[in-house]
T-cell receptor
Framework: GENVEQHPSTLSVQEGDSAVIKCTYSDSASNYFPWYKQELGKGPQLIID?????GEKKDQRIAVTLNKTAKHFSLHITETQPEDSAVYFC?????????FGAGTTVTVRA | DVKVTQSSRYLVKRTGEKVFLECVQDMDHENMFWYRQDPGLGLRLIYFSYDVKMKEKGDIPEGYSVSREKKERFSLILESASTNQTSMYLC????????????????FGAGTRLSVL
């Protein structure tokens, strides 16, 4: 599948601070970029997505930005809360299949 | 709400056993997927299916096979389990994309943690 690099692999933030996760890719034909959140003991769940014709999308405390020229997209979580602690995966769509990044374990410290 | 149900949360099997992992979805989705999840490697696609009796290899199909006899059910088969197949297995389903990327949202089951001893 398409190679997607995700950084950092772990992220520890103080409650109330922001968290940023970045993914880079190489295939310029990808046109859909979802982010999934996996809580302990559960399967991944879509939290936000962005299409290639849009540069930014926000949904309450989370936002995703896409730079198609530079081939990277990022997840931004503001005012982090304990329930934001989870593993986050970026992904991209290519020929009806998703390729996933390696995941980022986010820990929000109280 | 879409529900994807994996029959077992935990399985322990012996090397050489034939293992069946079952997945059922209740939203009439055309697409179904099997992934394995390993630390530091993310989710890797094993097999997927666009329709009943149809299957396509993903990125890591070696050592696995699948069966889709009914639209709602997608089974992953380990013909002869080996220790390197110890992993978390995730099933997912989605609508058929047909060019509409919104239909490619995948819904995941809770996963089956398989240990092969």
């Amino acid at each position: 599948g398409e190679n997607v690099e995700q950084h950092p692999s772990t992220l520890s933030v103080q409650e109330g601070d922001s968290a940023v996760i970045k993914c880079t890719y190489s295939d310029s034909a990808s046109n859909y970029f979802p982010w999934y959140k996996q809580e302990l003991g559960k399967g991944p769940q879509l939290i936000i997505d962005i299409r290639s014709n849009v540069g930014e999308k926000k949904d309450q405390r989370i936002a995703v930005t896409l730079n198609k020229t530079a081939k990277h997209f990022s997840l931004h979580i503001t005012e982090t809360q304990p329930e934001d602690s989870a593993v986050y995966f970026c992904a991209l769509l290519r020929e009806d299949k998703l390729s996933f990044g390696a995941g980022t374990t986010v820990t929000v410290r109280a | 709400d879409v529900k994807v149900t994996q029959s077992s949360r935990y399985l322990v099997k012996r090397t050489g056993e034939k293992v069946f992992l079952e997945c059922v979805q209740d939203m009439d989705h055309e697409n179904m997927f099997w992934y394995r999840q390993d630390p530091g490697l993310g989710l890797r696609l094993i097999y997927f299916s666009y329709d009943v009796k149809m299957k396509e290899k993903g990125d890591i199909p070696e050592g696995y096979s699948v069966s889709r006899e009914k639209k709602e059910r997608f089974s992953l088969i380990l013909e002869s389990a080996s220790t390197n197949q110890t992993s978390m297995y995730l099933c997912a389903s989605s609508l058929l994309g047909e060019g509409d990327v919104a239909k490619n949202i995948q819904y995941f089951g809770a996963g089956t943690r398989l240990s092969v001893l």
